[in-house]
């Protein structure tokens, strides 16, 4: 979507899509993760995917990762990019 629509910056990606978030990560081209400056991401324990495994994918790609947990279970990832990280 980011280079059908010619997008060359995102200040905020937003990620909620309940169990897929890995996928979606995994869908980002390298080209683009330089575009984007932060992530901000819902996940639910006991998924498929853990948090643990989420907060690693995005520090490869050369983010600093927050996580806040909930008594419900979720946990929020917030993820800045950190300037002049190399992606991965």
Known sequence: II???GIEHIDLLKIDAEKCEMDIINGITDENWEKIDQVVMEAHEGEIVSVNQ???M???KGYQVKVEH???GISNLYAIRITGAANG
Do not use: K, M
């Open 54 to 56: 989420l907060c690693a």
């Open 58 to 60: 995005l520090e490869s």
């Open 70 to 72: 909930n008594s419900a």
């Open 3 to 5: 280079a059908e629509l």
